[in-house]
């Protein structure tokens, strides 16, 4: 693995789309991109530059219809906040604002539909970052578009444009139809004999397995949340959730993995080894961490919740019920988890009177 090139303080790098690396420096709000390397003696004396200019006043604002002028409106306007509690604005703002980072002064008006291409088919490419964290990917391109769409719309508006969107114009990436990969009993069983009551992988699988709850909900799930033999949650809302209050029956199954631990956190159930909550991606690296452990590499936190809808529905469960168990508003989004499960029932119903009806017309022997 190469060495990652060390930069000055509150310098940064990043391939713009044009595929050229450029430098940037940011500093209480205030940035500007470098002309000469930042490690040669020219760059060092843009560096002073900007120390300088930094001292002498406060940041200039972003000139009139560059995208971050449009996105410190964006970010404030009903376009953007509409409909959004404060986890789905927090998230959609993450995504935005590396797409902003990257071209704040370029003007609206200059983007085509070729750029927009360019910077989904790189946010298409799985990498891993810093952290060894692995980022990117065609879902990551996907929720890049899904966020693109409504920010260039809002631009459009604001500037009075006559122009059609380019990010309609753009083609999609494929994402691979299935998503995460949904546990088998098998796959389950597997996790639970690596990992034994008492221990926090087990009661994380417990919790997601009888809660269907995702990563961000199941980080803050406590004792507050339990209630007379119920759980009462209400999921973050998100673009598959109503974000209304739910009440869940308590599994023993989960009241058993609770009780097994010696130690729980006070706020929430599963915390850190330093007794913190978790937060959401904490979660889902440990979760892939414990995985890994069980030899389920293939697997994660979020197949969790596809198997906890899977069992109910080859239980009879009918799609009124199980948008009741995961907190989904229509059929559609209840069919993306359950769409392996409806294929099998049709197979059997369709070919068992076939197979009835051919075994009644074999010739007895």
């Known amino acids: 693995m190469a060495r990652k090139e060390k930069l000055p303080p509150n310098v940064s790098s990043f391939v713009d789309r044009h595929g050229k690396r450029r430098y940037r420096w940011r500093r209480a709000g205030r940035s500007a991109y470098f002309r000469a390397h930042p490690n040669s003696p020219e760059g060092a004396a843009e560096l002073e530059g900007f120390l300088a200019g930094h001292a002498a006043g406060p940041a200039p604002r972003h000139a009139h219809g560059t995208v971050g002028w449009v996105a410190a409106r964006y970010y404030a306007s009903a376009a953007f906040l509409g409909g959004k509690n404060k986890a789905s604005a927090h998230n959609a703002r993450m995504i935005l604002e590396k797409f902003v980072a990257e071209v704040e002064n370029d003007l609206i008006t200059n983007f085509r539909f070729d750029h927009i291409e360019a910077m989904l088919m790189r946010a298409a490419v799985k990498r891993t970052n810093d952290k060894g964290r692995t980022i990117g990917g065609p879902s990551a391109a996907a929720n890049l578009r ?134 959401t991606a904490g979660l889902g690296q440990r979760m892939r961490k414990w995985c890994d452990d069980a030899g389920l590499p293939h697997c994660s936190a979020h197949g969790l919740r596809k198997a906890a809808t899977r069992r109910a529905a080859e239980a009879g469960a009918s799609n009124q019920e199980l948008k009741a168990v995961g907190g989904w508003s229509t059929d559609r989004q209840v069919a993306v988890y359950t769409a392996a499960v409806e294929q099998k029932r049709m197979a059997e119903q369709a070919l068992a009177p076939v197979i009835e009806l051919d075994l009644a017309n074999r010739p007895r022997r």
């Open 146 to 279: 899904g966020e693109l769409k409504p920010f260039f719309d809002y631009a459009i508006k604001l500037l009075g444009l006559q122009r059609p969107n380019p990010v309609d114009q753009a083609e999609p990436i494929a994402v691979p139809k299935g998503g995460f990969h949904t546990w088998t009993e098998d796959e389950i069983a597997q996790f639970r004999a690596c990992h034994a009551l008492g221990t926090k992988p087990r009661l994380a699988l417990e919790i997601f397995l009888w809660t269907a709850l995702r990563r961000g909900d199941a980080s803050t799930f406590g004792r507050k949340h339990l209630k007379d033999g119920m759980i009462e949650v209400t999921p973050s809302k998100t673009k598959d959730s109503t974000g209304q209050t739910l009440w869940l029956p308590a599994a023993p199954q989960l009241i058993e993995a609770i009780e097994a631990m010696a130690v729980t956190g006070t706020e929430t159930f599963l915390v850190t080894d330093y007794g913190r909550p978790f937060t």
